[in-house]
């Protein structure tokens, strides 16, 4: 097949490198500040006994499902940024896992651990 885009220049894959390692430390601390917080939310439901009276939306469950459910997809999407990361290491960056073209700059800079173009993405 003919790419719609042309393969990436040496100094568009050092910029999505570098944007590559700057998602995955900012993911990195947005997981440590969840974590966190899931961990005050155990500690403040410890400090207090369940009462089921005073809360009856179950809020404090709810936060805690919600908390987790935040964990789960930060480390989904470390976990593809850390895939990203090997395929640049690798040399595939950049190419489409279904077709083999290239993936436009703008989508990768757009979601730099996309794996797809954008006709095999749809």
Avoid: K, N
């Avoid at 590559?20 to 439901?45: I, M």
């Amino acid at each position: 097949m003919t790419g719609v885009h042309p393969p990436l220049t040496a100094d568009e894959l050092a910029e999505l490198t570098g944007l590559v390692a700057a998602e995955q430390d900012r993911l990195a601390a947005q997981l440590a500040a969840l974590v966190r917080t899931f961990d005050e939310l155990v500690d403040a439901a410890d400090l207090e006994p369940p009462d089921d009276e005073h809360d009856p939306d179950g809020t404090t469950a709810y936060e805690r499902a919600q908390v987790s459910s935040l964990i789960i997809e930060t480390r989904s999407a470390l976990a593809q940024l850390a895939a990203a990361a090997q395929r640049i290491d690798a040399g595939t960056y950049g190419r489409c896992v279904a077709c083999g073209d290239p993936i436009g700059w703008a989508r990768l800079a757009a979601v730099p651990a996309a794996q797809r173009c954008i006709r095999c993405a749809t």
